[in-house]
């Protein structure tokens, strides 16, 4: 199945390349190369390795006749099902939470709460994890604004707002 | 000359940074899943604060610890802390179960003399390697790259069609931006911040911390039960170890140090392969994977010694070795020190510090390692649902202080989450890398080599050393076909 994925992926890859260098020229005069020769040949490897990939894998499902395993993998195993995925889902839902609100709140109490609700999220106490996410704070303060002298992003609030 | 190099390593902040550096790679080493890469691209961000000798500084101390790190875990749970520490693990624990104060500690000193075996070399063959690079053209140079590039799809990939699809992905990433021999704004979309293309740091980050992460956090979190370190008799293993295995500690290191050196091949490959080399050539081969010291004290020596060949490529031709001193190259580029035969003309003080700073980073090891071993136990205590949020703020911090943008921080996310899917899908992270890394030089040597021969492929072969590299890199790609049919024959 994974096999199938990454095919697709370099074929509609080859593509996407094509079609986003169409305005670039191939060649700037006869026997020099222009700015899209490069990303051409890359999206002609792309759409080989791809197709390969996809002939490779059809010919070994083929020699094992695994084509009903196949169909059954895809609808008995849904995104929800599958714990690690769900669980890499909601941290990265958190991070992306995290980093919008960064230029309302400021980096330091968006991170203070970002450690913090994770910790909590993922089973740590509520205690442990403020004492933790607050030394954690402190520390990132003292490296890169004390030590190393790092402009973090101000909250677009003002300065009525911890940044 | 020497009283001037002294001069410059022996700074109070070059060591506070070495010394530092050394306990960040023991903290991230000895943490099972987190590896050496992820602590090196974690530090990068603050090496840009620094004065260019601190921040390598900081990346090879922190590096050598890290790989010796990864072998406490391995001693005391049977799980490797990094990739380089799993072809010791099966021996490592049986030794540790009754003695593991004793075997980390005979494991700490072959890793301090694999390294400084590596650095050694290092230090004497790349001048050398330089001198004769200074006469490479764009040709031997397109070679090169390539070649390199090869040597990491078919060595770390499992399949070599993915490995192309991630070094084709790592090039795309590298084509975002100005063109580099018109100058022609490529794929950006209308937005300015891509015009200088994507920034070369919070990439790293992205693509090696946060799948890291990701996986992390969706483990089921396991509290590690750890038995009293005891330490009878310590020196005595030590030193009958040394006496008994000096030959295996030299060849591992010197296997260890030529596998660094070649591109692609990195510290993991290194150790299985001296593991391998030392049971052929053992009186007791029968012992291995039930825990012999020498199998030991072959993979660790070679795993510290490649960390220090892999620099040699890096250095000398601004090759990486393996995915640590990929990202070394970007700090070494942030700070304008381009690598290749000329850094050793233009900067030969601060290349020879350099030098110093591996031997000196090795010999502090001792320290450092005997440190950890003794807090060790407390070092794996630490919880992953406290770690894993910690190190995401310091991902965005660091990707963010670079350039001051937080347009950077979400590349290094979008980026993050598109490396975990690739490493599900089997698309091999660290050829995409170095594919971001090397893609512009790949670009700029063959379309000028293009325009010199206006399109005639021959010149591609026309120089000799070109020639060798062609035959090299096709080799490269048919040894693993030549290699699949002979097991087709002899089954």
């Known amino acids: 199945m994974k096999d199938v994925i990454v095919s697709i992926i370099g074929m509609l890859l080859g593509i996407l390349i094509i079609i986003l260098s169409r305005d670039l020229p191939i060649f700037i005069a006869k026997g020099y190369p222009g700015p899209s020769f490069f990303p051409l040949i890359l999206s002609a490897i792309s759409i080989l390795c791809g197709f390969i990939l996809m002939l490779k894998t059809f010919k070994s499902l083929k020699k094992q006749n695994k084509k009903l395993e196949l169909v059954l993998s895809i609808s008995q195993k849904g995104i929800l099902n599958n714990i690690p995925l769900r669980n890499a889902t909601i941290f990265a839902f958190f991070m992306v939470t995290y980093i919008l609100l960064i230029p309302y709140l400021g980096f330091f109490l968006v991170s203070l709460m970002f450690m913090f609700i994770t910790q909590t999220a993922y089973g740590v106490s509520v205690l442990k994890a403020l004492a933790i996410s607050s030394a954690a704070i402190f520390l990132i303060y003292m490296l890169f604004i004390v030590i190393l002298k790092v402009v973090v992003p101000e909250p677009i609030l003002g300065s009525l707002i911890f940044r | ?77 049977k799980i490797p802390g990094t990739p380089a520490s799993a072809a010791q693990t099966i021996d490592a624990y049986q030794l540790g179960r009754t003695k593991p104060i004793q075997t980390l500690s005979t494991d700490l000193v072959c890793s301090v003399i694999g390294g400084i075996v590596g650095s050694l070399i290092l230090i004497f063959t790349s001048p050398l390697l330089a001198e004769f690079a200074v006469n490479f053209s764009s040709v031997e140079y397109f070679w090169l790259t390539l070649w390199g590039l090869s040597m990491a799809i078919v060595i770390s990939s499992e399949d070599p069609l993915k490995g192309v699809l991630g070094v084709v992905i790592g090039f795309l990433i590298a084509t975002i931006g100005i063109e580099p021999v018109y100058g022609y704004v490529r794929f950006t979309f209308g937005k300015v911040e891509l015009l200088s293309g994507i920034s070369f740091i919070p990439a790293m980050i992205g693509l090696f911390a946060i799948p890291e992460l990701l996986k992390q956090i969706s483990k089921p979190h396991e509290r590690y039960l750890i038995n009293l370190l005891r330490g009878e008799k310590t020196y005595e293993m030590i030193l009958t170890a040394l006496k008994r295995f000096k030959a295996t500690i030299l060849r591992s290191s010197l296997i260890g140090t030529f596998i660094g050196a070649l591109p692609g091949a990195g510290a993991d490959i290194a150790a299985w392969v001296s593991y391998g080399v030392a049971k052929r050539v053992s009186k007791k081969p029968e012992e291995f994977g039930k825990g012999t010291l020498e199998g ?74 005997y440190l950890a071993i003794r807090l060790s136990s407390n070092i794996l205590r630490i919880p992953r649902n406290v770690l894993v949020p910690l190190i995401a703020v310091f991902c965005v911090i660091g990707s963010y202080a670079v350039n001051n943008s937080l347009f950077d921080v979400w590349c290094m996310l979008l980026l993050g989450i598109l490396g975990y899917f690739m490493e599900r899908l089997g698309i091999p992270i660290p050829s995409v890398v170095l594919a971001i890394i090397l893609g512009p030089m790949v670009e700029f040597n063959f379309i000028t080599t293009l325009m010199k021969s206006e399109l005639n492929p021959i010149i591609f072969v026309s120089r000799p050393v070109a020639a060798g590299l062609a035959f090299l890199t096709t080799f490269t790609w048919i040894l693993p076909f030549i290699r699949t049919k002979k097991l087709g024959i002899r089954k």
């Open chain 2, 1 to 77: 000359m020497i009283f001037e190099i002294l001069q410059l390593v022996l700074q109070p902040h070059v060591l506070f940074a070495i010394f530092a550096a050394e306990l960040f790679g023991v903290f991230i080493g000895a943490m099972p899943g987190l590896t050496a890469t992820m602590a090196t691209a974690l530090l990068v961000p603050f090496t840009y604060f620094m004065d260019p000798l601190a921040g390598i500084s900081m990346i090879i101390a922190m590096a050598a610890v890290a790989i010796f790190a990864g072998d406490i875990p391995a001693v005391l749970l």
């Open chain 2, 296 to 369: 030991v004290v072959a993979a660790t020596s070679a795993n510290n010694a490649a960390l220090s060949g892999a620099w040699i490529p890096l250095l000398v031709f601004g090759i990486p070795g393996d995915s640590i001193t990929a990202i070394a190259l970007g700090a070494l580029m942030a700070h304008g020190l381009r690598p290749g035969p000329m850094l050793f003309q233009r900067h030969g003080t601060l290349i020879t510090a350099m030098f110093a700073v591996f031997i000196l980073a090795n010999l502090l090891m001792l320290l450092i390692g």
